[in-house]
């Protein structure tokens, strides 16, 4: 059964008990074409767009809250890659599970230290009109052996959605705070296809 992401995040969104929208009263937003599709942010978000996008890179990353003092940021980002994948015929929980262990893989392969990770949701989903795999999971890390000083527990939200016209995109919010994160999920929710 096909989802709708705004449905399945307002799971998360119930948590907040006082979230307060990122696209607030007053504030001028931007719809920025990325080609494929156009998402709308507040104009003063700062971030980085890439002039070409490249296979499996990110190409675009949208801080929240903004503090360079700060040795972790709340972010949302974006990656492509031509391949299509049916969706539909996926297990979500085989699938998200194998996401969570390649990334396991991946920061230990950086010198982080990485516990605990758990698949929190997976589910088949849909971002306008686009069958999509939603998934939630979460890891603790510690980066000491890497000379940072930080340890945390990182949240995932990710959205991938696949089609056969432009293959696939993987949207990653990455936050150490998933109550706080609802900017962030209404940033992404704007996502709109340009077929």
């Not at 074409?33 to 002039?51: H, K, L, Q, R």
Request: with cysteine; proline share 4%.
């Amino acid at each position: 059964r096909i989802f709708p992401m705004r449905k399945l995040m307002l799971i998360l969104l119930a948590l907040c008990l006082a979230a307060i929208p990122c696209l607030a009263e007053g504030t001028q937003n931007i719809d920025y074409d990325f080609g494929d599709f156009t998402m709308s942010f507040p104009e003063d978000t700062i971030g980085d767009v890439a002039e070409e996008i490249a296979e499996n890179e990110v190409f675009f990353t949208i801080y929240q809250d903004y503090d360079e003092s700060k040795p972790f940021l709340k972010n949302l980002n974006g990656t492509w890659n031509s391949t299509y994948q049916d969706l539909t015929q996926m297990d979500p929980t085989a699938t998200a599970q194998q996401i969570l262990n390649s990334v396991v893989v991946q920061f230990t392969s950086y010198g982080i230290t990485v516990s605990n990770p758990t698949l929190l949701m997976a589910a088949l989903d849909e971002q306008d009109g686009k069958p999509a795999l939603s998934i939630i999971y979460s890891t603790d890390l510690d980066y000491s052996a890497t000379g940072t000083d930080l340890q945390m527990t990182l949240y995932t939200l990710q959205g991938i959605v696949s089609d056969e016209s432009f293959g696939t995109y993987t949207f990653t919010i990455s936050t150490d705070d998933i109550e706080g994160a609802a900017p962030l999920m209404e940033i992404m929710d704007t996502i709109t296809w340009n077929d």
